[in-house]
Every structure is written in C-alpha cells, then in structure tokens.
C-alpha cells in the first residue's frame, strides 16, 4: 500500500536551517506530483509547496518564497524541503502529500503523518 | 490568490443526522475542488475530488457537490467516526488554498 514517511523535524533557532525528508513506498513515485503542507499548532492547513513529478517545476507559498526548496530524487522515492532563514511562525507540523496526477491540478490522496519542526530560541 | 470561505466554523450534531458544509471560493473554480477530514493528531484524509467524485474506500453517506464558486459537503446518517474538522481546498491554480476548516462536534 502506499506509504508516506516524513523524517527532520526537530527544535531549530530562528535563522536557523533544517531539511526534511518524505521517504514513499507503494506507488511510482516518478509519476506523481508532490506537496508540502503544513499545519501550526491549533490551526487550520497552509499549503507550502509543489514540485512537479520530474521535478521540472516548483511552486511556493509567499510565505516561504525564497526560504525554502523543496526537490526530490525519484531514484530513492523520496522527497525533500530544504528550510532556511527559519522563523518562530513557521513553527508546524509538515505533511507530505502526493498527487493524484503528475501535473499541478489534481487533489491530494495519500499523506505522511507528518513531522513537527518547532523554531523556538 | 484565490480564498476559500467555508460555513459554519463548527457545527453540533446528532449521530444519525444530516449535515452540510459549504465552501465558497473568491473566484470560479470550476470544479478543482476537494474535501479532506482530519481527526486530532492525525493526517488529512481525502474524502472528495473533483468537487463530487467519491474516494476510493470513502462510505456513500459523503457527498459533494458544486461547481465555478459554490460549493457543499454533505453528511447523511452522521455515525461517531465522523466527528471531525473537515476542509476544503482548491486546486485549480496555484498557490493552492485550504478553507479554515470546520469541526464537527456530538450534541
């Protein structure tokens, strides 16, 4: 079945720096698009980012827009976000998420349990 | 960027119940539209696609309906498991955008 395992998170100063990964299983991952989504303690669901299934285009949220970098390795199915310049609002839990298609347009239908990144000094 | 407004920001019911959610987006849609259940602590769960399309595995007393700005999520014959929040979310354009939920709370 298909599975989605996020692994990173942790406690990180503000401007500080942390990559997650989104290791996946049971599905070709070379044929799906990918997301990041992140929830905040108590609060609703923010999108944060898309990276297309040959990883030829990405998409961000303002919020994060040149801090983060989210990318991918369909050799080892597996996903990443590359977080820098990190602030205390970014403390969340961030889910990965796959696609139902390999283009942008399509809704989400598998996710991670997510890991929870906590920016705090 | 397009948002999305959903009603009621929660809701008591009854188990047995029918219950309707609805999600309006500041501009037309068309229909990328999806709901997702989330239960405390735990991963969203997809419920509907495409604005009416029924998940896999996902009972029939969920459905959907809608299309361009106006949108619903409807619950028939509410059972204990589906106390919960649920969301929608638009797909049609990036960034992509979620509702800010409501939570279905036992009356």
């Known amino acids: 079945q298909v599975q989605l395992v996020e692994s990173g998170g942790g406690v990180v100063q503000p401007g500080g720096s942390l990559r997650l990964s989104c290791a996946t299983s049971g599905f070709t991952f070379s044929s799906h698009g990918m997301h990041w989504v992140r929830q905040a303690p108590g609060e609703g669901l923010e999108w944060v980012a898309f990276?297309?299934?040959?990883?030829?285009?990405?998409y961000y949220a303002d919020s994060v827009k040149g801090r983060f970098t989210i990318s991918r390795d369909n050799s080892k199915s597996t996903l990443y976000m590359q977080m820098d310049g990190l602030r205390a609002e970014d403390t969340a839990v961030f889910y990965c998420?796959?696609?139902?298609?390999?283009?942008?347009?399509?809704?989400?239908?598998?996710w991670g349990q997510g890991t929870l990144v906590t920016v705090s000094s | 960027a397009i948002q999305l407004t959903q009603s009621p920001s929660s809701l008591s019911a009854s188990v047995g119940d029918r219950v309707t959610i609805t999600c309006r987006a500041s501009r037309d849609i068309s229909s990328a539209l999806a709901w997702y259940q989330q239960k405390p602590g735990k991963a969203p769960q997809l419920l509907i696609y495409d604005a009416s399309s029924l998940e896999s595995g996902v009972p029939s007393r969920f459905s959907g309906s809608g299309s361009g700005t106006d949108f619903t999520l409807t619950i028939s014959n509410l059972q204990p498991e589906d106390f919960a929040t649920y969301y929608c979310q638009q797909f049609n354009t990036f960034p992509h955008s979620f509702g800010q939920g409501t939570k279905l709370e036992i009356k």
């Open positions: 998420a796959k696609a139902t298609s390999y283009y942008g347009s399509a809704s989400y239908d598998s």
């Open positions: 990276i297309r299934h040959d990883g030829s285009t990405t």
